[in-house]
Nanobody, 131 residues
């Protein structure tokens, strides 16, 4: 089973930026992220985990939650075996633990379907937006 690892979290002031990265820690065993559509989720304090963004296997299809649209950008690099989430103009309500996950199928519709459309999850990385 693929093992996902997130990195790039931290503390940032409102209006600032962070870039999260997701990779497979066991890629030497043949687990390559290009085999799956990948999603980013987050869990804010006291709230359920919610879908933030997803990207298709080819990278040609991307989807975003309304709350972060036009502020966050998802991308993938097959050569580096990574899926990144560039987060700009961060707000305090973006605070939470961010997770990447492999999709059961396609990116389309998976954010609305939520966790049941995703299989393997990373441990998460903390993002805190505060002055």
């Amino acid at each position: 089973q693929v093992q996902l690892v997130e990195s790039g979290g931290g503390l940032v002031q409102p209006g600032g930026s962070l870039r999260l990265s997701c990779t497979a820690s066991n890629s030497e065993y043949g687990y390559n992220l290009e085999y799956w559509a990948i999603g980013w989720f987050r869990r804010a304090p006291g709230r359920e985990r919610e879908g933030v963004s997803c990207i298709s296997r080819s990278g040609g299809t991307k989807d975003y939650a309304d709350s972060i649209r036009n502020r966050f950008t998802i991308s993938r690099d097959h050569a580096k075996n990574t899926v990144d989430l560039q987060m700009n103009n961060l707000k305090p309500e973006d605070t939470g633990v961010y997770y990447c996950a492999t999709a059961r199928g396609h990116c389309e519709g998976s954010l609305k379907n939520g966790e049941r459309d995703y299989v393997s999850w990373g441990q998460g990385v903390q993002v805190t937006v505060s002055s």
